[in-house]
């Protein structure tokens, strides 16, 4: 049956089909049903049943998550019908299946890791001293033939004439480890040290796995990302604007402004959700939550009774919003939290720095500026209470308001008046927060980062078990800065 023949095919999109075998397999005996057509009608339930289930892991997921993309509840039932009366299972499930451009990369990188996965480990790297060009060292001979399985290294590349070149650290070494270095988000130095030397040795089935658990977040994400849209990917710190456009009746897809970012410490993780950009705050305030009032500045504030004043934060009425002398409110009285909030004025010292872009969502998350412009020179880059901070906000807002009256040179003025100011974006603009700890460039480069919140872990547990809601951590906690 053509429905069967497509579920054995599930490995195709990378899941298992020993996940629906249970249900192709299963069928009443003859002792077990009093006709013939009760058994067929039985055998019609469970295609059924195995149709739907398939198809929805396809265009979903299989690990059903908390809801902080829109909800994406595929009519399968209209797909269904398509499929018996228009005999047209594969098909109809190929249209359900995700037809991002990421999606498709990252599923022929699942295969071609697969492929090299059967080719057999090549051999580990040994400890030592640093590698780097110029040397010649017997490790450099497993150096090479892991550099050509993961295809940093050209099998033909030229080497240095003589005796043992094999052992030489060439300059095509060099390149290639500089590659490969690009490939996992390190320092591009062309030297191999302890922490490229661990990463060369990950296993290559590991790195295969670590691609089919991406595809599963990629299911999450809505159909439709926008025709241009920001991207934050919180293990690779960076922030991207991507703008689709159909090309040769396909669709391609650009990155026109790239940038870095901060997001949260493992502690308040940054969440994964979708939402849209609806307006840009020149000079704002800081809202303090009240949280990291207690945490950080309180203590502060029993050391000094100026802190508040040096820092430019004022206390405000929560009823009214007037100002109120710090001096003034008992601190060790909880009622304060009630009657009173913490508000940073804008300025040098404001944790926004001079930006801040408003999103709808239910975390209070949003992009903002940062007078801490040395962050972003780290290679790890969690460091906030979990909203993003962003690198070079000023290209980012000329980008969303290229629409309006508003230039840079406009935007510049503003910013040095000082003063607190609100522009509606003349269109909202799509941004998706997504955790992708591996992914494929347009280049066709496959791209591994660090699990920064250690999620994949138990992504993987959940996609070995049964059915059922995975609790993300980073999607549960609520971010408040």
Known sequence: MELLSAVQEAQQNALDPTDYRIAADAGPSPASVATVELARARRDVILTELFINYARDLSRGRVIHPRFYPSKEPDVGAGLERAVTQHRVAEVLAELTPGHPGYRRLLAAVFAYRRMATQGEPPLLAEGPLLKKGEKDPRVVALRTRLVAFGDLSPQAPREPGKNAQRVYDRAVEAAVKAFQRRHGLGVDGQVGELTRALLNVPILDRARQLELNLERWRWLPADL?????????????????ERSASGGGETEASVLEMRVVVGVVEQPTPALSATISRLILNPYWNIPR??????????????????????????????????DPLTVNWRNPAWRQHYRLRQEPGPENAMGQMKFILHNPFGVYLHDT?????FAQRKRAGSHGCIRVERPSDLAVYLLA???????????ALATGANQHIDLPQQVPVHLVYLTAWVDDDGSVQFRDDAYGEDAALDAA???????????????????
């Open 291 to 324: 949280k990291i009032a207690e945490r950080e500045m309180f203590p502060q504030l029993a050391k000094d009774p100026n802190y508040l004043a040096r820092k430019q934060i004022e206390v405000v009425r929560r009823t009214d919003h007037r100002r109120v």
């Open 463 to 481: 996609l070995r078990k049964e059915f059922g809601s995975l609790r993300l951590r980073f999607c549960l906690q609520t971010a408040t800065q």
């Open 371 to 375: 007078p801490k412009q040395h962050l």
């Open 226 to 242: 926008g025709g241009r849209y920001v991207l934050v990917n919180i293990p690779d710190y960076r922030l991207r604007v991507i």
């Open 403 to 413: 629409d309006s009256e508003w230039s840079g040179e406009g935007i510049t003025t």
